[in-house]
């Protein structure tokens, strides 16, 4: 049965570097995905892009092309990413410049855009909130962006263009994946189980390190080798579905049935309907088995048809947070950070700073666990204080930083490493359009 193999870049916007250049060079790979967009990472991209039209892409887009078109042109492996993000034309044209300064020429990079759903929503108004009440008219002037979660099908559509790179704003994470096995195998649009089986691999590869090893290791229970120099997974995927994951002879990392499990069910709410553009997907038969280290196959899942609408991620200028730490060390440290909290909390009241909501906290001691987890604080002999307020100003915001950082001459002995900041909260909520109202356009640069 033919088989093709895809080899996954990156997790997210910032992952390194190196590990695809090692599928790039040493992974026999026909495909190499870069999965780099987050839903709030493409509200702050339209921020940036409002700024400067030329830009909002991924910050970096130009240093991963640098290092991974050469091998990859070399090799005939194409690439497939969605780190256009709100500007895949600025991010196409940018590639095109990396490939000529690399004296790389031929190369067809192809702009998968449609995703922008703003002027839509806008003029609409009326499409309900999925996270809280209210609908996208409720946002008022607030709002930022609105971009639709597209399917593979503007990457396939590049793709039989005959482009070596495809570069997508937002499309669901599983289709940059998906798409050249639909291109590859000419799976069929409405072949439900199939899609729900590319589904399954698409989702597996689409946060890079963390099936071989990656977010898993936990020493003395989960033990990775050589994180360092963790691999990113492959798949040797089938015309039928099924797969093998796998990752480069000698990188770090290990890939195991559990390092997949464990991804299977990464951000999944019910892992029997996973609701993705191209297909409703489920996870619910998906087994893995070990056939030798570090190679497992995958077999399972199946799809039913998709939904009709598309889920839209908004964008919109929430408030302003500001944030203020410092820390104790030594005897009577929790003691002494604790004194300081007090200082802090009683001053924003004396000073009336305006806000609503704000958190007081010991890191090391009641941060994540509030009561605290230690039997006896006074044996911890370091801890930092943390205060956050959100506010309806970037003055206010800036008040309370400026009270933490007062502690140096004006709070319990010992404070050191001061550090604060405000800044403006750019807010993600959710809403559903209609399937027939986005569509895919593909733009192409040739070097």
């Not at 991963?64 to 991010?91: D, F, H, S, W, Y």
């Amino acid at each position: 049965m033919r088989t093709i193999r895809i080899g996954s870049g990156a997790g997210y916007s910032g992952d390194r570097i190196e590990p695809a250049v090692e599928l790039a060079e040493r992974g026999d790979i026909q495909y190499l995905g870069f999965e780099c967009l987050a839903e709030r990472t493409i509200a702050l991209a339209q921020g940036e892009k409002l700024k400067n039209p030329e830009s909002g892409f991924d910050p970096l887009l130009e240093a991963r092309m640098q290092a991974v078109l050469r091998p990859c042109a070399e090799k005939g492996i194409r690439i497939i990413t969605n780190m256009g993000a709100a500007n895949p034309q600025g991010a196409a044209r940018v590639t095109a410049a990396v490939a000529d300064r690399l004296g790389l020429r031929g190369l067809k990079i192809a702009a998968v855009s449609g995703d922008d759903v703003l002027d839509r929503v806008l003029r609409d108004g009326d499409y309900a909130l999925l996270e809280r009440p209210g609908t996208v008219a409720s946002l008022g002037d607030s709002i930022l962006s609105a971009n639709a979660y597209m399917g593979a099908a503007g990457i396939v559509q590049a793709l039989g263009g005959g482009a070596d790179v495809v570069i997508t704003g937002r499309v669901s994470d599983p289709a940059l994946f998906l798409a050249p096995l639909i291109h590859e195998f000419g799976w069929e649009w409405d072949d439900w189980d199939r899609l729900g089986k590319g589904t399954v691999v698409g989702h597996v590869l689409e946060c890079a390190g963390q099936v071989t090893g990656g977010y898993f290791a936990d020493p003395g229970y989960k033990d990775v080798p050589d994180l360092a120099r963790l691999g990113f997974p492959l798949a040797e995927a089938a015309e039928d579905g099924s797969a093998v994951l796998t990752k480069v002879e000698g990188s770090g990392g290990r890939i195991t049935v559990a390092t997949c499990k464990e991804q299977l069910m990464y951000e999944l709410l019910d892992p029997a309907s996973y609701l993705q553009p191209d297909v409703v997907a489920d996870f619910s038969s998906v087994r893995f088995a070990e056939t030798e280290p570090n190679r497992i196959a995958v077999s399972g899942g199946t799809g039913r048809e998709r939904p009709d609408t598309l889920k839209v991620s908004v964008g919109y200028l929430d408030s302003y947070v500001g944030e203020g730490q410092i820390s104790y060390a030594g005897a009577g440290a929790v003691a002494r950070a604790r004194l300081a909290l007090e200082i802090v909390r009683e001053r924003l009241k004396l000073t009336r700073v305006a806000t609503t909501e704000t958190r007081f906290e010991l890191i090391g001691v009641d941060a994540v666990h509030k009561g605290g987890l230690c039997a006896d604080p006074a044996e911890i002999p370091e801890v930092r204080i943390r205060v956050v307020g959100r506010t309806q100003s970037l003055a206010e915001a800036v008040r309370i930083g400026n009270e933490v950082e007062s502690l140096y001459t004006n709070g319990p002995a010992g404070g050191g490493g001061a550090w604060k900041q405000a800044r403006q909260v750019v807010a993600v909520v959710s809403t559903l359009i209609p399937q027939d109202k986005v569509a895919a356009a593909v733009s192409y640069e040739v070097t």
